[in-house]
């Protein structure tokens, strides 16, 4: 299996992890379960007062429950203010990396070139996880408040127990936290590695000192001379290997000197 597509089969299972760790976070928001409290006032009859963001409710073992919205908005705590607007961050930034996401993996072929489908999705992941840390700050700071007032023996007020709305968004921000996590892991090494992480081979001064000519005409292999060459008229000369910026600029265009061959009046 090659590498494009396992990363893709990653991307398509990240994202399937995201979007239903997002679905179960906003499954939470109209659940009035986040804390519940039951009450018995006598033997036939109990009460069960259960909360949430929004509303207070109770209702009894004969059927009837009533649920009423908080009267004021300014009259409310900070602390529900802050999870109200967590919680709703959350919700809008899944949407968007849902959408950011279904744009640059691999499989949609929507964003473009590769390089450009990594880098939205790497984005998608940083919301993502933007998305899931938000979620996860309320339901923990919601359960640990609730924690504090059921075990401190100076609380005098009615006390609650955690609901299952908060055991829900734990585990679909978990969810959202770990698949995005992942995805960013893929699609961010192939980023960061296209921009830099390919190292140039270092060059050494005899490379850079060194030019490389061939006689016209000829089809052998070219030589590969010193700079201590003498010149010759009539020769080209061939580029460098490789381009060089520690080169002296005193240097000169050299060439091979052609020696005849040996005669019978050369010995005489």
């Not at 004021?72 to 529900?80: D, G, K, R």
């Not at 996860?136 to 007020?157: H, Q």
């Not at 060089?244 to 061959?261: E, G």
């Amino acid at each position: 299996m090659q590498y494009r597509t396992l990363v893709m089969y990653m991307e398509i299972g990240c994202f399937v992890a995201c979007l239903c760790g997002w679905i179960l976070v906003c499954s939470t928001l109209p659940t009035e379960y986040w804390t519940f409290s039951e009450v018995g006032s006598i033997v036939l009859t109990t009460s069960n007062y259960y909360s949430n963001l929004w509303m207070d409710c109770i209702s009894d073992t004969t059927g009837v429950s009533d649920c009423k919205y908080y009267p004021s908005l300014l009259a409310l705590p900070v602390f529900l203010h802050v999870c109200r607007a967590l919680a709703i961050v959350s919700v809008i930034l899944g949407f968007w990396a849902a959408v950011l996401a279904f744009i640059g993996m691999k499989c949609t072929k929507i964003g473009g070139s590769e390089l450009a489908n990594a880098r939205v999705t790497f984005a998608a992941s940083v919301t993502y996880l933007a998305s899931g840390f938000s979620g996860l700050i309320v339901y923990s700071w919601w359960g640990d408040k609730v924690r504090s007032e059921f075990v401190d023996p100076n609380f005098r007020a009615q006390k609650f127990e955690l609901g299952a709305a908060v055991f829900i968004g734990w585990g679909g921000t978990c969810v959202i936290i770990a698949a995005a996590s992942v995805m960013a892991y893929f699609s961010g090494r192939e980023v960061f590695y296209r921009n830099g992480g390919k190292k140039r081979k270092p060059r050494s001064y005899a490379t850079a000192r060194t030019r490389t000519y061939m006689i016209p005409g000829s089809s052998g292999r070219p030589r590969i001379l010193a700079p201590s060459s003498r010149r010759t008229p009539g020769l080209t000369p061939m580029p460098p290997l490789f381009s060089s910026r520690y080169s002296l600029p005193s240097q000169k265009t050299r060439s091979v000197r052609t020696v005849p061959p040996p005669t019978m009046d050369s010995f005489v």
